[in-house]
Antibody, heavy 118, light 108 residues
Framework: QVQLQESGPGLVKPSETLSLMCTVS????????WNWIRQPPGKGLEWIGY???????NYDPSLQSRVTISVDTSNNQFSLKLSSVTAADTAVYYC????????????WGRGTLVSVSS | EIVLTQSPGTLSLSPGERATLSCRASQTFNNNFLAWYQQKPGQAPRLLIS???SRATGIPDRFSGSGSGTDFTLTISRLEPEDFAVYYC?????????FGQGTKVEIK
């Protein structure tokens, strides 16, 4: 069964860049779409974007100017970079798998809390 | 962007009762590209339903999804203690993929 695990700093300063990694275990990254989704404390879910294993990306327009998602299939990892963060970017960040470019999310990581504070 | 509105915000029910959760979209889907997730405190969401009505692997048959167009429903036929949680709908008919704000099912 596929497992996903997020990793990265739990605290980022305002105006800096948030960087997270998702490691995919027990499954190939090929032919799937790899997503980042976030959830501010006590609030709902927000899709950030995806990357296909070939490198094709699609981002939420509201975040597109600040987001970069990249993939390293040789190490079964994909990553998220979110620049110029503010307190509004404080959230639990999840990585998740989708089976196509237009799909639900069938496997999720456990999530990692990133706080933006000086 | 397709906006999903879930109702009610909170549903207070007893174990054994039936739960009916609603998800309304701001635009019509022609393909029923709607999913439902369950989330418990401190956990990631878990996929329950895809394609508006298809249960995911391992999901008990007390969970059922229905609907089309702009109106979708998740029904839990008889609530078990482990079903008290927050439920989200999500559309994947048009980018950006969006979620509803959630319905909390709490013990009465």
């Amino acid at each position: 069964q596929v497992q996903l695990q997020e990793s990265g700093p739990g605290l980022v300063k305002p105006s800096e860049t948030l960087s997270l990694m998702c490691t995919v275990s027990d499954g190939s990254m090929n032919s799937y779409y790899w997503n980042w989704i976030r959830q501010p404390p006590g609030k709902g879910l927000e899709w950030i974007g995806y990357i296909y294993y070939t490198g094709t990306t699609n981002y939420d327009p509201s975040l597109q100017s600040r987001v970069t998602i990249s993939v390293d299939t040789s190490n079964n990892q994909f990553s998220l970079k979110l620049s110029s963060v503010t307190a509004a970017d404080t959230a639990v960040y999840y990585c998740a798998r989708a089976i196509s470019h237009r799909s639900y999310f069938d496997y999720w990581g456990r999530g990692t809390l990133v706080s933006v504070s000086s | 962007e397709i906006v999903l509105t879930q109702s009610p915000g909170t549903l207070s029910l007893s174990p054994g009762e039936r739960a009916t959760l609603s998800c309304r979209a701001s635009q019509t889907f022609n393909n029923n590209f709607l999913a439902w997730y369950q989330q418990k405190p401190g956990q990631a969401p878990r996929l329950l339903i895809s394609g508006a009505s298809s249960r995911a692997t391992g999901i008990p048959d007390r969970f059922s999804g229905s609907g089309s167009g702009t109106d979708f429903t998740l029904t839990i036929s008889r609530l078990e203690p482990e079903d008290f949680a927050v439920y989200y709908c999500q559309q994947y008919a048009g980018s950006p993929w969006t979620f509803g704000q959630g319905t909390k099912v709490e013990i009465k």
